[in-house]
């Protein structure tokens, strides 16, 4: 009880010392708190949807995916009469057709495209009566026949939309325009899928092909009949050669593949929070370290009155448990806030989430209480395990522990061996001879590098700090001297201050190096290696027919490149089978895209019954040129053709592709099956490039879902898309640097208290305000950029590592973005007078006789 009572003094005597501290596991626990209660809520929004449009029981064509992805544009579909059938079955109470195509592009009379802008499908298909379930018509009516549609309410809010708009929908079958007569509302949370409706004939005409089909037959079971039972039902009225799903393993499949695409977002963001957590523990260190330093003289009356060890060590313990249990109730509930303003973003963005499916599940509150109060405890372990060691005589002396000069040089040793430990696994890495051996390599590389950079960051900061100091505050005179003496006075607290900087701009220097070097590389290889002037390719869908027609007869055009992706087994000399991709494309891909070879050449690959294959899958199988691989096509017949090239893998681009001519496919692939082109070539005739570009665009107005680029463009796209993944990446790594700051405020804040007699008798002497402020905002620049100055070295050094791997998937250029690492650390700078402020202005308001009675 009496250390208990101890504690609890000591905690609100020091509350404003605590303050940072407690900040840092706040951010901390609600970063953690707040993934989870957006990715589950996340989670909520998809399981409602999925339950409640699921049917009893589903019957669909056995090839079909939940994803919606047929090969040839057109989705799986089964006979009407299986209608009949279903509704045959014992215990059926209803059944109906249903069309669905995700295969779709809806625009406007403007052209502009209905679709989310989140990633999220555009869905076409007939109204039924299941639709009914999530689903009421708000405005006007259902469709009634070729010339009419419905759309979502979310989709008409968003695209200003209203009843007498008239949409065209583009599909693999071909273009097809309707008025909307009606809007329909979601019941429940829609996510963002743009959804359109048509009558059912025009469905199975314009989105299969064919009347008298459909995608789905939905069942509803009669009074009393499960829908297990009706499912057992429903295969024996039927042969068998369908896919049949209960309500539940239909919604399960599609839980499945959103919950893949959510793991990553949730174990992501969770990484990030972890990164801020290991900064925030060098925060907490810091504060303790430094409490224990100022209570040097009241711990060793504690033990001279009796107070053991234990009890010392116990107190400072339930100080810091103290702190993490604040912490983490207030990072509990921002961490609701965090997630209802990620809900909000994501609406901006188009993906709409509601807060009446927010989702905090009772481990929510559980895990960021558990996490905040064991971190900032085990934090917290060592400066407790310091104050055990204060002896009785210390009352004596003046606050400060001394410094334990053998503990200092064993430290430095393991700092030492940890680093050249993991140097030796960065160049093991970059040595390695496979990118999975590599990467294994790596990250051991940088766990010890920078385990070791931590340990022996207060052996570093003696001379660090030095430099920096000959370089930037000698210009300050006394002023800059004292600012100096004042960072290397405690060099384990500049070092430990400096570590939790230094982290998080590792992270970025080195991410900074691996998406210059992939925008380097792949440029490089763009400029050597593609011949086409001009690259045409969608987002969502494959290039439709009528698309690839209107950019043949486009003017100015020497040739227009088809290529064409599909699925196929491959079967070896040896007997292996392979499960893959071939590419069919015309013999002019070998100008639009010139790969060197190993054997053969790679025109020869787009002759009669001949096909082209990788380096890599030619040492693995052992293949050679004028071997015969047998390829069964999916959908199609089974050929056997002859290796004519043997492309070389070292590059980037179409690495590991296989190659063969359209015509060689169309003889063993039926002409339903053939799929629609994955993208486009084309070159511009000789002086003409201006002119077809300006023409190729203009052929392709109607199809908004395309682009067309010319090497320029693409170049611009491939910076462009790297940039807004590392902006991404900064901003999650933007809590770490957040708390780094704070540690950096939180050193200084504690500092000026610890030197309060100190900095009254510089006063007292002569020191201005002015200039006093000034000691403090120098030493918190060089504090910071010390840690600046490690975090980017590190990580440029793991940058260079990962670009050895990239090199052995082609990406071969190491680029070094100097403008953006020289940013990062003149950044520093300015960081470290920002968090100087506040300290800086409460040193400058100190009452020097107050100061100097200070005990």
């Not at 009241?298 to 107190?315: D, F, T, W, Y």
Request: charged share 20%; proline share 3%.
């Amino acid at each position: 009880m009496t250390v208990l009572k101890t504690s609890m003094r000591n905690f609100f005597a020091h509350k404003g010392r605590m303050a940072l501290s407690a900040v840092a596991v706040l951010l901390s626990v609600a970063f953690v708190c707040g993934t989870l209660v957006f990715t589950d809520t996340m989670n909520t929004t998809f399981d409602k949807l999925f339950s409640t449009t699921a049917s009893d029981v589903t019957v669909s064509p056995k090839a079909a995916k939940s994803d919606d992805t047929p090969q040839n544009g057109k989705p799986e579909s089964l006979p009407a009469g299986t209608v009949q059938q279903v509704a045959k079955a014992d215990g059926v109470k209803s059944a109906e057709g249903a069309v669905s195509s995700m295969n779709v592009t809806v625009v406007d009379s403007d052209n502009k495209n209905m679709g989310s802008s989140t990633g999220a499908p555009t869905i076409a298909g007939n109204w039924t009566k299941s639709d009914l379930r999530s689903m009421e018509i708000t405005s006007g009516h259902a469709p009634r026949g070729p010339t009419e549609t419905m759309v979502d309410a979310d989709t008409a809010d968003k695209h200003d939309l209203k009843i007498g708009d008239e949409l065209r929908t583009i599909s693999v079958i071909g273009d097809f325009k309707a008025k909307i007569v009606g809007i329909a509302t979601f019941k429940i949370t829609n996510p963002g899928a743009a959804i359109v409706y048509f009558d059912t004939a025009t469905a199975q005409r314009e989105l299969l092909g064919t009347e008298g089909r459909f995608t789905q037959v939905y069942a509803t079971a009669a009074a009393g009949v499960s829908d297990t039972q009706l499912k057992r039902n429903v295969t024996q009225a039927l042969d068998g050669t369908y896919k049949i799903q209960t309500a539940k393993e239909n919604a399960d499949e599609n839980r499945e593949d959103v919950g893949e695409f959510m793991n990553v977002i949730k174990y992501a963001m969770l990484g990030f929070a972890g990164i801020a957590f290991l900064v925030g523990i060098f925060l907490i260190i810091n504060t303790f370290s430094m409490l224990v330093a100022q209570r040097t003289r009241e711990i060793g009356l504690m033990r001279a009155i009796g107070s053991s060890r234990k009890q010392v060590n116990r107190s400072v313990l339930v100080e810091s448990l103290l702190l993490g249990f604040v912490g983490s109730v207030l990072g509990v509930g921002a961490g609701v806030g965090i997630a209802i303003g990620l809900m909000k973003l994501m609406g901006m963005a188009g993906m709409n989430l509601s807060t009446e499916d927010l989702t905090i599940k009772a481990t929510t509150p559980v895990v960021g209480m558990i996490l905040g109060v064991v971190v900032t405890v085990l934090a917290a372990y060592l400066p407790a395990r310091r104050a055990g060691k204060v002896s009785p005589m210390a009352a004596l002396r003046d606050a400060g522990t001394p410094a334990d000069g053998k503990a200092g040089r064993i430290r430095g040793v393991i700092g030492l061996v940890l680093t050249g430990a993991g140097g030796y696994a960065l160049y093991a890495a970059a040595t390695a001879d496979t990118a999975k051996d590599g990467s294994l390599l790596l990250a051991g590389g940088v766990v010890l590098t920078l385990i070791g950079f931590v340990v022996i960051g207060p052996l570093l900061a003696g001379g660090v700090v030095r430099v920096i100091s000959a370089v930037i505050l000698r210009a300050f005179g006394p002023v800059g001297r004292m600012a100096e003496r004042n960072a290397l006075r405690n060099p384990r607290r500049t070092g430990a201050t400096g570590a939790a900087l230094m982290i998080g701009l590792a992270l970025v220097a080195c991410l900074s190096v691996v998406g210059s070097s992939m925008v380097a590389s792949a440029t490089s290889e763009l400029d050597k290696s593609v011949g086409a002037d001009f690259i045409v390719q969608g987002n969502s869908q494959r290039i439709v027919p009528q698309a690839q027609k209107a950019m043949e007869q486009s003017p100015d055009l020497a040739h227009v490149t088809s290529y064409k992706e599909l699925e196929a087994t491959l079967t070896t000399p040896d007997g292996k089978k392979d499960v893959s991709q071939v590419t069919a494309a015309d013999p002019t891909y070998a100008q639009d895209l010139r790969r060197p070879t190993t054997e053969g050449t790679l025109s020869a690959a787009y002759g009669k019954n001949a096909m082209s294959v990788g380096s890599d899958y030619a040492k693995d199988h052992g293949v050679h040129v004028g071997d015969t691989i047998t390829v069964a096509f999916k959908g199609g017949d089974t050929a056997k053709l002859k290796v004519a090239a043997i492309t070389d893998d070292s590059g980037a681009l179409d690495q590991g592709a296989r190659y063969l001519s359209i015509e060689t496919m169309k003889k063993y692939v039926p002409a339903d099956q053939i799929p629609p082109n994955s993208m486009m070539f084309a070159k511009a005739k000789d002086g003409q490039e201006k002119q077809a570009y300006a023409a190729l665009k203009d052929a392709l107005h109607d199809y908004p879902q395309y682009q067309v680029r010319d090497q320029t463009d693409y170049k611009q796209e491939l910076k462009d898309q790297v940039g807004q993944l590392l902006n991404m990446v900064y901003g999650l790594l933007g809590l770490a640097i957040i708390v780094a700051i704070l540690g950096v405020v939180n050193t200084l804040a504690l500092s000026v208290v610890e030197r309060t007699r100190e900095i009254g008798l510089m006063r007292a002497i002569g020191l201005s305000r002015r200039q006093l402020r000034r000691m403090i905002r120098m030493e918190s620049v060089v504090i910071a950029l010390f840690g600046a100055l490690l975090g980017l070295g590190l990580g440029m050094g793991w940058g260079a590592t990962a670009q050895k791997l990239l090199a052995m998937e082609g990406l071969n250029v190491l680029d070094i973005p100097w403008p953006t690492i020289l940013g990062v650390f003149i950044g520093s700078a300015f960081v470290g007078l920002f968090a100087a402020l506040i300290p800086a202005f409460r040193a400058g308001r100190m009452n020097v006789l107050n100061a100097i009675a200070t005990e």
